[in-house]
């Protein structure tokens, strides 16, 4: 008759729908996914595998900003900021200190992380709006700083900074393009599984019930204030991660490259391709990278209108995204076929 | 089957990013017989949409060239993409410029980071990147690293040096004082004007500089006052230049140099005041369609017909002017290639381009060498009288 044994099945209940995944069949997507994206490698060529190799960058941005806002409920509007602190860290230790690209990008999301913990003490002060307009503030500030002539010697001010050439993996028969893509698409994968892994258990639990009820995951024994300050510090290293590969992908980086219109672009990316999904992630990496090609075929001034036409279509007609859109598929597929 | 559907959505995906069949062999690349592909990004969408005039203006002229029957038998088409200002979008669409729609050369790319950030692929893939709307320093320093690249309207630095070396010359113990903008177009024209002061002395006193997101550059202005100066020289924005006129000349009143971007007559000297902007001194190097002094001047006028005729719905302001001088670049530049038009010899033939722009200024021509293959370097002082910019005689 303790109290754990008696909150358990109330537990159960109130934990989020986690779709049914049983053994092999849970595999069966990521390994999908993966195979698709390998195969892309060889199938793509120079401006498809850049394009392909930014859609999984933004992916994994977005699934940095799905962890906050969407699964933790602190919606930030500036991840934009730590794209650019990725994207420069990465910039600056591989054309000032020499350190070769696949340590780079690591380290860089270390280094984005710190900020993320940073920024996180004061937001704990801060609910929704009021952390929306403060992270805004950052994503304008931040690409500012680069500029500042204290710093403009390592960041390259106003011109920017060109990032030294990537050495291709000519021993697996890689040009510079593919090896670019692969190495974004390994990372990719770990961060995903690492995402995945996390939220399944007892964390994506207490981030989840923290969004939907702080008080009662308060009383509940979660510690609050460490899983939000957590949850910005993971959310930052996934963005930075994602802003060092960007810097790789695009060999340049300037205050231009991160304007604030970036920090909504990912929130439109995340809503769209469904807020509360990781695999929704993709889509929205995705959606982010192609949308504009596509528009300007309708009409060359025409992204930032379909940005938004977009955004409020998916609020009204499908409010999941479109993870949600195919979530919705597979699990009517699964009951008429039963 | 869910899963075959999510492939399905993959492999759909996939085929989109799949590029269309490959063009009949050609020569040269981006070249038939009847036409020529010309690449170009731009902001057609985006904070600084406003700045793709330039490109449109290329197009409209490029049209009339057309209509006139081309340039040796050809039809020039200008392939135009939007980067949204974004040097990273910048990348993807250069890339699918040379990849894709298959160009010969690019050109007219709007803004500095933009065209660094394209230029590496493009001398890479050993592709012109002919002529970038960008007055950064990089694309003459740089010329020997990237011999493909190369800018075409004079640097802002070069303004600024104008300005500098105009002050040494005609006003010795002149006191200055400066406010910029802190871009690439502020700082170059800062380090510009210094170089042009060189040993003058005083010389330049204080140098403040403002964000393009401050409301109010009071205080900078305050702090330069103070300092004693007798010239004020600015570089900033339409809005700014507008603030810093109606401060500067309150009770100060300094010898203004403004830089070309603050010079509009109807943007930021009737709401700054007429009255206050006269005997300012800028330097130019192409004649604007709206100032009355050139309202008789034929190239003016052939300028406003074209527009007219190819370009409905576009101002017809200093950035027009801008596109059209640079388009006629282009044009003489094909027209001088003749029926080589390999890549090797466009960038051969930007090393001899002897010129005469209409819309560009009296004395300034487009001459240029192996040694000089900078094509616009000259600038022009003007004096603003109250009611339009006029020309100050040249020595």
């Known amino acids: 008759m303790t109290i754990t044994s008696s909150i358990h099945p109330d537990a159960r209940v109130l934990a989020p729908a986690a779709p049914a995944r049983g053994g092999s069949a849970a595999l069966a997507l990521p390994a999908l996914l993966i195979l698709a994206g390998a195969a892309a490698t060889f199938l793509f060529s120079g401006y498809q595998l850049l394009l392909a190799a930014n859609i999984v960058a933004y992916a994994i941005a977005i699934l940095g900003l799905n962890l906050l806002a969407g699964y933790n409920g602190q919606i930030s509007l500036g991840h934009g900021a730590f794209l650019a602190i990725g994207g420069y860290a990465t910039a600056i230790l ?85 090896t670019v893509y692969v190495y974004t698409l390994l990372v990719a994968i770990v961060a995903f599984a690492l995402v995945v892994n996390l939220l399944r258990g007892r964390v994506g639990r207490a981030l989840e019930a923290i969004r939907d009820h702080p008080v009662a995951a308060e009383t509940m024994a979660i510690d609050v204030r460490f899983f939000k300050t957590a949850a910005f510090g993971v959310s930052a290293f996934l963005t930075g991660t994602a ?32 807020f509360r999904s990781v ?39 499908m409010p999941s995204g479109l993870a949600g859109l195919v979530r919705a598929a597979i699990d009517r597929w699964r009951t008429r076929a039963r | 089957m869910a899963l075959t559907r999510r492939t399905f959505a993959l492999s759909t995906a996939a085929a989109a990013l ?142 600024g040096r104008a300005a500098g070396k105009w002050i040494a010359a005609n006003k010795p113990g002149a006191k200055v004082a400066i406010l910029y903008q802190n871009d690439e177009a502020g700082r170059g024209y800062l380090r510009g004007l210094k170089e042009g002061l060189g040993a003058a002395s005083p010389g330049l006193l204080r140098a403040e500089s403002y964000e393009s997101t401050d409301p109010s550059v ?97 101002p017809h302001d200093a950035l027009a002017a801008l596109g059209a001088s640079l388009g006629a670049t282009v044009v003489q530049l094909v027209r001088q290639c003749g029926n080589d038009l390999s890549r090797e010899n466009l960038v051969k033939q930007t090393m001899a381009i002897d010129l005469d722009v209409p819309m560009l200024l009296p004395g300034v021509r487009i001459h240029t060498t192996p040694q000089n293959r900078h094509p616009v370097r000259e600038l022009r002082a003007q004096r603003f009288d109250g009611t339009s910019w006029t020309l100050v005689a040249q020595k």
């Open chain 1, 243 to 274: 802003g060092g590969l960007g810097a790789i992908a695009t060999a340049f980086v300037s205050p231009d490259s991160y304007a604030f219109f970036l920090s909504i672009t990912l929130m439109v990316g995340a809503v769209v391709g469904g």
């Open chain 1, 279 to 317: 695999y929704g992630a993709l889509f929205g990496g995705a959606f982010i990278v192609l949308m504009p090609n596509y528009a300007e075929r309708l009409s060359q001034g025409a992204p930032w209108a379909i940005y938004g036409a977009c955004t409020i279509l998916v609020m009204l007609v």
């Open chain 2, 218 to 314: 009071d205080s900078q202005i305050v702090s330069l006052q103070s300092t004693g100066a007798d010239v004020l020289a600015l570089s900033c924005n339409p809005k700014t230049s507008v603030q810093a006129i109606r401060k500067s000349q309150d009770t100060w009143r300094p010898q203004m140099f403004m830089n070309s971007s603050m010079t509009s007559v109807a943007q930021v000297l009737t709401p700054a005041g007429l009255e206050r902007a006269k005997g300012a001194l800028s330097f130019a190097f192409a004649k604007d369609p709206t100032s009355p002094a050139w309202a008789n001047d034929p190239g003016v006028r052939d300028f406003n017909a074209m527009m007219d005729k190819f370009g409905a719905g576009l």
């Open chain 2, 18 to 159: 799949l590029p269309r069949a490959a063009s009949a062999a050609t020569k040269f690349p981006g070249v038939t017989d009847t036409e020529i592909r010309i690449g170009s990004t731009g902001p057609l969408s985006g904070p600084a949409a406003s700045w793709s005039t330039v490109n449109k203006v290329v197009r409209a002229l490029f049209e009339s060239v057309n209509a006139a029957g081309g340039v040796n038998g050809r039809q020039l088409k200008l392939i135009l993409l939007d980067d949204g200002y974004s040097p990273p979008r910048t990348v993807e669409q250069t890339r699918k410029l040379v990849e894709v729609e298959q160009v010969s050369f690019v050109t007219a790319q709007i803004g500095s980071a933009p065209g660094l950030a394209a230029r590496r692929y493009l001398n890479d893939a050993k592709v012109p990147q002919l002529f970038a709307c960008s007055g950064a320093d990089a694309w003459i320093d740089e010329i020997r690293t990237y011999p493909w690249s190369l800018g075409w309207a004079p640097l802002y630095s070069d303004e």
């Open chain 1, 94 to 178: 591989m054309s000032r200190f020499g350190v070769p690209y696949w340590l780079a990008v690591p380290l860089c999301g270390l280094v984005t992380m710190v900020v993320g913990f940073l920024v996180a003490i004061p937001a704990l002060r801060l609910e929704m709006l009021y952390l929306a307009l403060a992270t805004f503030a950052l994503a304008v500030a931040v690409p500012q700083l680069a500029k500042n002539k204290l710093v403009s010697g390592w960041t390259g001010g106003v011109d920017g900074l060109s990032l030294p050439r990537i050495r291709p993996w000519s021993a697996l028969g890689l040009d510079v393009d593919q």
